[in-house]
């Protein structure tokens, strides 16, 4: 079960976060999302569990509980939306660039 771990801190690493799920059960794999141009943490990520029950466990004793000064926010994943491609417009074209017609272009 795949679970969305949020407000981390930002010093927080793949270890330590793996080192609090793993009190409650096993841990397949964490993934702290990061800055593409920084690589810093952007403050949230992933954990999966194999174990549904655990999983669950691990929502509701690990969610609101402090960690690096924070509290965590701690609820199974949704499925990725999906985006649309394009980048959304940016701004009219307008040919005579809005003048009224028969207006002088200077």
């Not at 999983?55 to 199974?76: M, P």
Request: with cysteine; charged share 30%.
């Amino acid at each position: 079960m795949r679970l969305y771990v949020g407000n981390l801190s930002f010093n927080a690493d793949e270890a330590r976060v793996e080192e609090i799920f793993s009190t409650i059960g096993p841990v397949e794999s964490v993934h702290l999302i990061r800055d593409q141009m920084t690589g810093r943490s952007r403050g949230f990520g992933f954990v999966e569990m194999p174990d549904e029950a655990q999983a669950r466990e691990a929502c509701s004793s690990l969610d609101q509980q402090e960690f690096d000064g924070r509290r965590l926010t701690v609820n199974e994943a949704k499925p990725q939306e999906r985006r649309s491609g394009g980048g959304g417009g940016g701004g009219g074209y307008s040919r005579g660039g809005g003048r009224q017609r028969g207006e002088a272009r200077w």
